[in-house]
């Protein structure tokens, strides 16, 4: 029997909360992307899906194809816990390759708590999947290591041969990624940790790490056991080790987590991420959905080496109704209400601070001021930020270190889609929330804290649903 998608979209499109134009499952809960694909001119999505009920339960493999990156067509369940042992409790967090021209998915396997490295085999579509007899192809972290967890593959081709890293961590010393190597993607080589952290500081335990080259280096993202962030480190990989010189933030916001970085066909690195919920799972049940991702981000190197982020350049085909506003002063400890007003819309907002402490803008705003959600720049403490302590929860001002050059201006790109943030600022550093404001909550200003700051331009759009 054929599952009407979009039927099942459209019976809770009327949720004020819910996006229009992220990716999120037909209903029911979603977590970490998986197994992101260009397969044949096509982006391929996979990700963790429960198609029963919209909190976390026993763990599917959802997927969806795009030819744009911004419109997203769902595709058959690709992979279902049992009837094996190995995955009869959920199929976990993994990748998909190119073998040979046989898509190849390497996902987790769980069964009782034991983690294991499993291999499924795709039809020239995509759509149905077959496992590996031999499965699980690692049944577990080698021998005598005192792993904090074994999960999370991701896989690449390296010369003649295919290497992985898995998620770990040792106990007391901090999270690590462990490295593999395979002639076959079934027979596989511990080679030793690829990276261990040396402090339990960054957590016991790295989830959903990547390892890709960029410029002339490798870039190595891991996510902090517990949902604690995600971070970045630039280094050199020799082959058997990665040396870090430079780390950082992929994103402060507390709601982002496990990202994962493909190659296109015109060789660019994406990333897309999980934007999970701040509500409480009987708001989740109520509303019959749970989980985002977040938009498509293009990742490149700055000039000093550290990680840059922007959004997808193909999001512009979604931009409708356009106002421009030019010329706009702030005077401090004021909103400037400006003529816009929505919940799905992308602004590109230049700010000068002059004296102002802080500024930027304001959105999902009350028309009586009760609520209202602020994105901006804390000049003292170098920080970009979202405030969301004077909406509905939750109430949390999300952050992450963002220093200015001098006399550089603040460019935010904004995306707000129902109960979803994301700013990217220029061009190099990304913030996301979410929030959960009155449906009438529309209102759109500009603020200046501490003294006044100035606006030169801001460009607004509607932004059209992709599943209309």
Request: glycine share 12%; net charge negative.
């Amino acid at each position: 029997m054929t599952t009407d998608y979009l039927a099942i979209r459209q019976s809770l499109a009327a949720d004020p909360h819910r996006p229009r134009y992220h990716f999120l499952a037909p209903s029911n809960w979603l977590n970490d992307p998986n197994g992101l694909i260009h397969w044949q001119g096509t982006h391929h999505l996979f990700y963790q899906h429960n198609p029963l009920a919209a909190v976390w339960g026993k763990i599917h493999w959802g997927h969806a194809a795009s030819a744009d990156l911004v419109h997203w067509r769902d595709l058959p369940i690709a992979l279902t816990p049992g009837p094996e042992d190995y995955d009869a409790d959920g199929c976990w967090s993994g990748c998909a390759v190119d073998d040979g021209g046989t898509p190849t998915l390497i996902y987790t396997g769980w069964r009782d708590k034991a983690e294991t490295v499993c291999v499924a085999t795709g039809s020239p579509d995509l759509t149905v999947w077959e496992k590996d007899p031999r499965n699980p192809v690692i049944a577990g972290p080698p021998e005598g290591l005192k792993t904090t967890g074994f999960r999370d593959p991701y896989v690449w081709r390296e010369h003649d041969e295919w290497r992985m890293v898995i998620g770990s961590g040792f106990l007391g010393q901090g999270g690590a990624a462990l490295l593999y190597r395979s002639p076959d993607l079934r027979a596989w080589e511990y080679l030793g940790p690829l990276f261990v952290s040396d402090t339990s500081a960054y957590e016991d335990m790295w989830e959903c790490p990547c390892l890709f080259p960029l410029g002339d280096q490798h870039v190595l993202v891991v996510s902090l056991c517990g949902g604690h962030g995600v971070l970045y480190f630039v280094g050199e990989y020799t082959g058997e080790r990665f040396i870090p010189a430079r780390q950082g933030v992929v994103d402060g916001g507390a709601q982002f987590f496990a990202p994962q970085v493909w190659r296109d066909a015109a060789g660019r690195h994406l990333m897309i991420g999980w934007l999970w919920e701040g509500r409480s799972e009987a708001q989740q049940r109520a509303a019959g959905w749970a989980g985002v991702m977040s938009l498509p981000r293009v990742l490149s190197l700055t000039d000093d080496g550290a990680l840059a982020e922007t959004f997808a350049p193909e999001l512009a085909t979604l931009r409708g109704e356009h106002q421009r506003i030019v010329g706009l002063d702030i005077a401090p400890g004021l909103v400037a209400k400006l003529p816009v007003t929505g919940s799905h819309l992308e602004f590109l907002a230049e700010f000068a601070g002059g004296e102002a402490a802080a500024y930027g803008l304001q959105v999902r705003g009350a028309a009586d001021g009760s609520e209202a959600t602020r994105i901006g720049y804390d000049a003292a403490a170098q920080e970009l930020f979202i405030d969301a302590r004077h909406a509905e929860a939750p109430a949390r001002r999300h952050r992450r270190p963002f220093a200015l050059a001098e006399g550089e201006p603040l460019r935010l790109h904004v995306f707000i889609d129902g109960s979803v943030i994301e700013v990217c600022a220029n061009a190099r550093s990304c913030l996301s929330a979410r929030v959960y404001p009155r449906a009438d909550s529309v209102g759109v200003g500009a603020f200046a804290q501490g003294g006044p700051a100035r606006m030169p331009t801001l460009d607004v759009w509607e932004v059209a649903g992709v599943w209309d």
